[in-house]
């Protein structure tokens, strides 16, 4: 007996441990199957869902639908330190570009590191200045568009607590990563380039001036959109050239000749193409009327050009002694301000731009709609205080049965000028207007709302001295012990 209760039989024989073993390893491989299954096929069938509505790697509509159409392929060279703060920020987001449409590839190359990778991209896209760091390089074609990831972030500058000196830091509040890879990702896939032609000889804002009242930043808009800027003079035999995709008239204080009118006429009733910017600096204090004679060619559009200063006391800023406008009431229903609708822009000294009263309400007539207004309580000149219009957008098809040269007409007119200067237009969401603007008036809804800058919000712990020693502590004695205790007590328990 003594023998038998020393020697044990075994729990299982020994081909029941090889029939376990067996099924253990069996069911690995099962597993291990499944999972290469399911990653294969998610290749080119699954769904992100993006639990946060904050998600900042989430792509708007706008950017889906455009990759969605997307036939080509796209090259996306990211050659940038990673070390640097936004580098994983910029390959997520572009990941996600990847994930919607696979025709584009990403090839990550980090210039600090691997100097030979680093050499090749220099030499394949000529980047041979000094500046060429932290770049996102798009390829499409032959076609190239280079981005400068250091202009992706927008920054403040905000003060630092320090006993001794007063010091700042640039503090990131603004990231417009999606809305310039969209672009980008637009210009280099579309083999043709669109001409917008500044009307000059008025006294218009010059175009290529980096003075505040210049307008090289709006100039810098449309380049970026794909958009070719040209200057443009109608005098002598001059007109609108057949490749005019856009006309702009920025704010001119002079009057144009008869000649130059009925040329801007003929254009649009060509089916062209204008962006009509005015001032107060054009209205003529003797007759009531607008020095440039602008506003007779755009009445026979159904809009009417106002020729008093508005003055809206309920939204105004501090600091604008009554001279500007925040505008925060728009259209909802027309694309060009929708994506508007929760945002403000800033104009100064505007003039009110409304639909004509007596417009003829027959088929063929032009589709005015008026886009941003004042407050109830605005004031212009002695009249009574009231809602002002201060842009409008006009539509004309083409007449069934005729075929015009340029295609549908389409304008936007504005009551100022000054919001789309290099100085205004860093205002509110002055720049996203003047993109839209651009956009619609050249009918390309997929660059139309959703792209604007997204914001960074920063989490920051503040501690004092004692009660950072005692997280420190809690982090290295504290949890390790914990752990160390809890591990003893079940070897102990064990040995009993």
Known sequence: MASDESHPKP??????????????????????SVVVMVNYLSRDYFTRFHWSTTSKHQLSPLTLNLLHSLTNQVKV?????????????????????????PRISIENVDYVRDAGAAERIKSQYNLNFPTATNLIIFECDGRKKVLDGNALTQYILEPVANEKEREFRRKPTAFEGEGMFTKALFAVTTPTLLNAYF?????????DADSDSGFSKFVNITRQNTIVPK??????????????????????????????????????????????????????????????????????WGVEIGNEILHDPDHTSPNGRGQDIIVTDFNPKHPLVNPLLDSSLYMVRPRAVQKLKTLPQTADAPKVD???????????????????????????????????????????????????????????????????????????????????????????????????????????????????????????????
């Open 11 to 32: 729990s299982f024989s020994r081909w029941r441990k090889w029939s376990i073993g067996f099924n253990v390893a069996l069911i690995i491989v099962v597993v291990f």
């Open 231 to 300: 200057p443009l003079s109608l005098l002598g035999t001059n007109s609108v050239p057949m490749d005019c995709n856009l006309l702009v008239i920025a704010g001119p204080r002079d009057a144009f000749a008869d000649f130059e009118l009925e040329k801007i006429d003929q254009y649009l009733s060509q089916g062209g193409r204008l962006l009509a910017l005015f001032n107060a600096g054009s209205i003529n204090r003797e007759t009531r009327g607008d020095v440039t004679g602008l506003d007779k060619i755009l009445a026979k």
């Open 370 to 496: 008026e886009l941003a207004f004042t407050g109830p309580n605005t004031i212009a000149g002695t009249s009574a205080p009231q809602r002002y219009s201060l842009i409008v957008a006009v539509e004309k098809g083409a007449i069934k049965g005729v075929i015009t040269e340029r295609g549908s007409t389409r304008i936007v007119v504005a009551g100022d000028s000054v919001f789309l200067t290099n100085i205004g237009v860093r205002s509110l969401t002055n720049r996203d207007f003047a993109e839209y603007a651009l956009n619609w008036l050249l009918e390309r809804t997929q660059l139309l709302g959703g792209l604007g800058p997204r914001s960074i919000v920063e989490y920051r712990v503040v501690m004092s001295q004692s009660q950072l020693q005692r997280v420190q502590w809690i982090l290295l004695g504290g949890i390790p012990g914990a752990v160390l205790l809890v591990g003893g007590l079940v070897w102990l328990r064990r040995r009993r």
């Open 77 to 101: 060279t990211i050659y940038y330190d990673q070390n640097e703060p936004f580098y994983s920020t910029i390959v997520s987001l572009l990941n996600e570009y990847k994930f919607a449409n």
């Open 199 to 207: 009307l000059q000889g008025h006294r218009e804002h010059p175009p």
